[in-house]
């Protein structure tokens, strides 16, 4: 019994330390930037089936207040089978600001569709979202004024869910927020561990430096290259943390759609080399793993609750106090109300997607990628 207290008491401290350091670290980022009235862009896209989606980014993307005569944008079609590039093809032949690059035969996946349209780009910066986003019209203006900063290398972005009603959504919305938020802090403590390629940008030369994607693994074209650019520039990384840079996409339907994601990010974690980030995955999968457990061990023999409430006090708290400055900064103050149902949801929810991510298949865009 002595030992599960030293270990109970090592990881809560660890973690309600942690969680403290990133709410201080995500405060701390700053949120304005001087103007980058030099670099080129290019602003990728890599689409598969995206027919409902891709005309009103592309509306987006060409109504932007930055230099038309400073960036492109490059839209990489994945073999759509629906009418997603009889589309490009159209607003292709109106707006010569946008190209259109396909992969072949035996190409395919996010990463290679990327990769592809960088080597068609002319910019000195590389601006990526998703088909299914929308950007606001200083979206790209935000972003690449970081880079005026000759040491940045990266930019992270805040991503955000479209507003709709439910508990689902509300659930869905603060988890989403919670990894935003703790990816930002992370790059604010000089520590970058994950971030979201719905929203990213990177110096051109950086990207041809590191030598690109590691294409064996289906999903992370975001986590990886940022742990590639972390080995070379650690202090090159930033977050915008601006409410122009913030990129709105849609949330997940339903809850085996859910399931389905999150199997599909937390498979890639078997990959992590950066041991900031194995760290904090530990730490996270102990936490939940260990008021899970104790839990369940209080339903036989009442002894451990004691252990249980107060292993899951602490997270809560941390959880709280970490998450309150990232709800205001993103408007969503009332997703507070949710913070302590989304705590006991989290610890069996979290434990299930680990398992299920190391044992099953996930689809995406309509392939099966299996673990």
């Known amino acids: 019994m002595a030992i599960i207290f030293i270990f109970l008491s090592i990881l809560g401290v660890w973690y309600f330390s942690v969680f403290l350091l990133y709410r201080n670290a995500w405060k701390k980022i700053p949120n ?38 400073r960036f492109e944008l490059i839209v990489v079609n994945d073999h759509s089978t629906d009418d997603t590039l009889s589309i490009l093809e159209k607003k292709a032949a109106i707006w010569n600001k946008l190209k259109i690059v396909c992969l072949d035969e035996g190409e395919e996946g996010k990463k290679t569709a ?23 019209e200083n979206w790209i203006t935000t972003i690449t004024a970081y880079f005026s900063d000759e040491k940045i290398k990266m930019v992270s972005a805040p991503v955000l869910f479209e507003n709709k009603k439910g508990i689902f959504w509300e659930l869905q919305s603060l988890e989403f927020l919670s990894l935003i938020g703790s990816g930002a802090a992370a790059i604010g403590r000089g520590k970058s561990i994950f971030c979201n390629g719905a929203n990213f940008a990177y110096r051109r030369s950086v990207f041809l430096e590191v030598n690109s994607f590691d294409n064996n693994i289906a999903s992370g074209d975001d986590v990886f290259l940022m742990h590639k650019v972390k080995q070379k520039y650690a202090n090159g990384i930033a977050f915008a943390k601006q409410k122009e840079a913030i990129v709105r996409t849609s949330s997940q339907p339903n809850i085996l759609a859910l399931i389905n994601q999150r199997k599909r990010w937390t498979a890639k974690s078997s990959y992590y080399k950066d041991w900031d980030t194995i760290a904090i995955s530990i730490l996270v999968f102990l936490m939940n793993i260990s008021i899970t457990t104790l839990f369940i061990l209080s339903l036989f023999n009442m002894q451990w609750f004691e252990f249980f409430l107060t292993l899951f006090l602490v997270k809560y708290i941390a959880d709280y106090l970490f998450l309150i400055p990232i709800l205001k900064f993103f408007k969503k103050r009332n997703l507070a109300f949710w913070i302590l149902p989304f705590e006991i949801f989290y610890c069996f929810y979290i434990i299930l997607i680990v398992i299920l991510s190391f044992t099953s298949s996930f689809e995406w865009k309509g392939r099966i990628h299996k673990k």
């Open 114 to 136: 990327i990769e592809k349209g960088i080597s068609f780009a002319k910019g000195d910066v590389i601006v990526c979202t998703d088909a299914d986003c929308s950007v606001t």
């Open 32 to 69: 304005a930037i001087d103007k980058n009235d030099k670099d080129s862009v290019s602003v990728i896209v890599a689409c598969r089936n995206e027919q409902n989606n891709i005309t009103n980014l592309i509306q987006q993307i060409r109504t932007q207040n930055f230099d038309k005569n």
